[in-house]
């Protein structure tokens, strides 16, 4: 009997304690993992690429801010990031906490 071997791939939440997968509707692995990012991208997940090109996933739950003028560092479900004033979050280059957007604003 011969067998056809296929890989299959998923991005998951790399905060610790979180089990959180990307599930699109009744699929949740994908044979392509640029797509699986894409997926993973129209659910609001943040994909980070570090200094030693290792790629992270976080679930919308677990959004890792930093603001790039005064280096704060926040890590909070979207919705409520955005709530308390962290601006340009879709663009890691210009993430503002809040006390730098506000100064901006004046």
């Known amino acids: 009997m011969s067998y056809e071997i296929r890989a ?7 905060q610790p304690g979180c ?8 699929v949740n692995w994908f044979s392509d993992t640029g797509y699986a990012e894409d997926v993973a991208a129209e659910w609001d997940w943040q994909t980070i690429g570090d200094d030693v090109m290792r790629t992270r996933h976080y679930c919308p739950k677990h959004i890792h ?3 790039m003028e005064c280096g704060r560092r ?6 409520t990031l955005e709530n308390i004033g962290w ?3 879709d663009d890691m280059e210009c993430t503002l ?3 730098c957007a506000n100064k901006g604003n004046v």
């Open 19 to 26: 089990d959180a997968t990307v599930e699109d509707m009744d």
């Open 97 to 99: 906490c809040p006390d």
């Open 87 to 89: 601006e340009e979050l």
């Open 74 to 79: 926040e890590i909070l479900d979207r919705r």
């Open 65 to 67: 801010a930093k603001c």
């Open 8 to 14: 299959f791939c998923r991005p998951v939440c790399d």
